[in-house]
């Protein structure tokens, strides 16, 4: 089995207010297709290591592979670009361009990539769209949209470039149970159908349990992995 | 690599979903450039109207005999003095003649010279105008007229009256507007001038002659230079004044140097002659670049505070963006095309409020009686201006634009993830 993601030695300090070295020596790996978790009290690390495994955190020591190959200290267009084409990020608060239609968001990425024609591009976010459930709203602002609804809205603007792995921060967090669910089965089916590689925090142990893999983060160490 | 389509397309949306601030800023750069339009069409207008008035009454090279003392007394010239401090009290210039002495030679070579569009001689005397009691001092010039004609706008001064009018007349006169105002005369009646030495010559009024300077319109009339030689009883080679215009006005300072050396007359070029009124051109143009810039700066902080707030505002999308992998300098480019576009449509906007108001402006009368031939005001329509315009728009709004924009292009997307 390919490796997609790998940790070593990473070490991050946060010099204000005062020195703490909030992450230390993590080593880790997520294998391609694995459905990993990451688990912690609040304050233990977890949001700090999901930043800089999606590369937008440089400032830390030790090294991240990104399909087996070394990300650490590339220049930040070069990261930007990787973002772009390989990291799916889902964050805890469904952040989306409220001015934009749901379509529009979705395709954003895409654009920016600029691989694909406009139609082929608006065709794969219909798509994703329809896998999540959520096509008839494409063409609706994407600030008249609910909170469970914009979570999808994320979700499918963070596959939209078919990435190598997708990372989520408490994808769930503020989801009824209902839609919390059903974003799990979302995961879990991207997973099985289409090999895709996820990793994600969350505080729900019921979330947890039913992933392949638990990564037990306490004090800025993984403790149980 | 630069997707400009993307880019454009989110920078279009911010404009629109903020469209009041949009226009806001936008109307600010549009109130500056007009401003500018309006004032530098305007401006120059005036100061070529003004150097016209100048220009086109005063000759390129002006040659005449100025009676001064000589620079080398005799005394330096005994070689027993040579190095001896020589006082000599009361110099006098010797007498001499007003005349040009070599006046016809110096006409032939003047035409025969290239770059030169024409010289003319003029014979200026002084004389008394006579009028039934009435008895006023004055000048009289001989031209020539129909080569004044060619070589300056003399007709359009001329108000009653033609210039061939004179040419057939030998004792007709072109009287200055002020000398038949106040002798009550007007074209077809008939004047008497008595030179210094008393004699006295009737002449026939074909004209009035209005320079609109009423010092000069008050003294000075037109007439033959044949007549002036016969009212002297000068001979025909007698000339007082040689004016000259050239192809090149530029090179009117070397030539006149160099005339001056070779004729041993004194030469005064219409940069010597107008010194004092580049002055005034320059102050004018001084006072529309201070108001245009000053104007600028203003629509220049509007934007900078516009823009400010918008990235601020869009601190979350921001982030979004750049987690989603749209790089610094994407974002950047996303504000600074907001505020190029926003200096575009107000630059070319104020383009057209310039155009618009210089044409009002163009449409007002202004009579005056010193430009017989203008009616309105004085508008320079230079498409330089206009480009001018809207570069300077665009560089304050790039300008303006780049601070702010710089500031988002180094947004911390962790940070603003991290803060909610
Ligand atoms: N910018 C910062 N400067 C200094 N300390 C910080 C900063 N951001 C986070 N921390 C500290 O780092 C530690 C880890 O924070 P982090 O956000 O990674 O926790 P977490 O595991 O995601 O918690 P939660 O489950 O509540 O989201 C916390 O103790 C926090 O106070
Ligand atoms: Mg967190």
């Given at each position: 089995m390919?490796i ?5 030695n990473?070490?991050?300090?946060f010099?204000k207010?005062?020195l703490?070295?909030?992450?230390k ?14 688990m912690?009290?609040?304050g233990?690390g977890k ?6 495994l999606?590369?937008?955190d ?5 090294q ?6 070394l ?16 990291i799916?990020?889902v964050?805890?608060?469904h952040y989306?361009?409220s ?24 065709y ?6 329809k896998?999540?459930k ?5 063409k609706?602002?994407?600030s008249r949209i609910?909170?469970?609804e914009?979570?999808?809205v ?8 078919n990435?190598s792995v ?10 009824d ?9 979302i995961?879990k089916?991207?997973?099985?159908d ?5 990793l994600?925090?969350?505080?729900d ?13 306490e ?7 | 690599?630069?997707?400009?389509k ?10 629109i ?28 207008g005036?100061?070529?109207?003004l ?9 390129h090279?002006?040659?005449?005999n100025?009676?001064e ?6 005394i330096?010239?005994?070689e027993e003095f040579?190095n001896?401090?020589n006082?000599?009290?009361?110099i ?6 007003k ?11 003047l035409?025969?010279?290239g ?12 004389i ?7 008895e ?11 080569e004044e ?5 003399i007709?359009d001064?001329i108000?009653?009256?033609t210039?061939?009018a ?11 507007s002020?000398?038949?105002?106040k002798?009550?005369?007007s074209?077809g009646?008939?004047i008497?001038?008595?030179t210094?030495k008393?004699?006295i010559?009737?002449l026939?009024i074909v004209g ?6 009423a ?10 230079l044949k007549?002036?030689q016969?009212?002297?009883?000068e001979?025909?080679n007698y000339?007082t004044d ?9 090179e009117?300072a070397?030539?006149s ?5 070779q004729?041993k007359v004194?030469a005064?070029d ?5 010194a004092?009124?580049e002055?005034?051109s320059n102050?004018r143009?001084?006072i529309?670049?201070a108001?245009?810039i ?7 902080f509007?934007?900078?505070n516009?823009?400010n ?8 999308d921001?982030?979004?963006l750049?987690a989603?992998?749209?790089?610094g ?5 996303i504000?600074?095309?907001q505020?190029?576009?926003i ?8 383009l057209?409020?310039g155009?618009?108001l210089?044409?009002?402006?163009d ?5 005056t ?10 508008i320079?329509?230079n498409?330089m201006y206009?480009i001018?315009g809207?570069s300077?728009?665009l560089?304050s709004t790039?300008i ?10 180094r947004?911390d997307?962790v940070q603003i993830?991290?803060?909610?």
């Open positions: 390919s997609v993601l790998e940790a070593k990473i070490n991050k300090y010099k207010p005062v703490f070295h909030v992450l020596n993590l080593n880790f790996k997520v294998k391609t297709g694995e459905f990993a978790s990451i912690g009290k609040s233990s949001s700090t290591l999901l930043y800089i999606s590369t937008m440089t400032d830390y020591e030790g991240l592979f990104l399909n087996e190959e990300v650490t200290g590339k220049p930040n267009t070069l990261l930007s670009r990787i973002r772009n084409k390989h799916g990020f964050f805890q608060f989306l361009l001015e934009f239609s749901v379509l529009e968001n979705v395709m954003l990425p895409a654009k920016k990539l600029g691989v694909k024609s406009h139609s082929e591009i608006e794969d976010a219909m798509e994703k769209l896998m999540l959520i096509d008839q709203l494409a609706k602002r994407a609910s909170g469970g914009k979570q999808r994320a979700i499918a603007r963070a596959l939209i470039n990435p997708l990372m989520g921060d408490e994808p769930t967090g503020n989801l149970s209902y839609n919390a669910e059903n974003v799990f089965q995961f089916q991207l997973k099985e289409q090999g895709l590689s996820l994600v925090v969350t505080h142990i019921d979330f947890a349990k039913r992933t392949d893999r638990i990564i037990q983060m004090d800025g160490q993984i403790i149980n992995q | 690599m630069t997707n400009w993307v880019i454009l397309g989110i920078a279009k949306t911010h404009l979903t903020k469209m009041k601030s949009t226009t806001t800023a936008s109307l600010g750069v549009t109130f500056g450039i007009g401003a500018y339009i309006t004032l530098v069409s305007f401006m120059t005036l100061n070529g109207m150097d016209d008035l100048v220009i086109n009454q005063t000759p090279i002006h040659l005449y100025e009676i003392p000589s620079e080398q007394q005799p330096a010239l005994h040579e001896a401090l006082v000599v009290h009361s006098k210039p010797k007498q001499s003649q005349k040009i002495h070599n006046a016809l030679p110096i006409l032939n070579y035409k025969e010279t770059n030169v569009k024409g010289a003319t001689p003029q014979l200026r005397a002084q008394f105008y006579l009028s039934g009691s009435i006023l001092g004055g000048n009289l010039v001989g031209v020539d007229i129909m004609v060619r070589l300056s706008n007709q001064y108000i009653q009256g210039p061939e004179l040419k057939n007349n030998n004792s007709g006169i072109l009287l200055g002020g000398l038949a105002n002798m009550s005369l074209t009646d008939r008497q001038v008595s210094i008393g004699d010559f009737p026939k009035i002659y209005q320079s609109g300077i010092d000069i319109d008050n003294i000075q009339s037109f007439t033959n007549t002036v016969q009212i002297l009883g001979a025909e000339v040689i004016n000259v215009k050239l192809n090149d006005i530029t009117a070397t030539m140097r160099r005339l001056e050396r004729f004194k005064i219409i940069n010597e002659a107008n004092q009124f002055t005034g102050i143009n001084l529309t670049y108001v245009s000053t104007l600028l700066i203003v629509a220049g509007g934007i900078y516009i823009l707030m918008l990235i601020y505002e869009k601190m979350k921001i982030a979004i750049k989603t992998g749209f790089s300098t994407d974002v950047q480019l504000f600074m095309s505020a190029m576009i200096g575009a449509i107000g630059g070319i906007l104020g057209v409020v155009y618009g210089t044409r009002l402006i449409n007002v009368a202004f009579e009686e010193a430009l017989p031939t203008i009616t309105t005001y004085p320079n329509y498409i206009y001018i809207i300077f728009a560089i790039f303006a634009g780049y601070l702010p924009s710089s500031k988002a292009k947004i997307p993830i991290r803060g909610t």
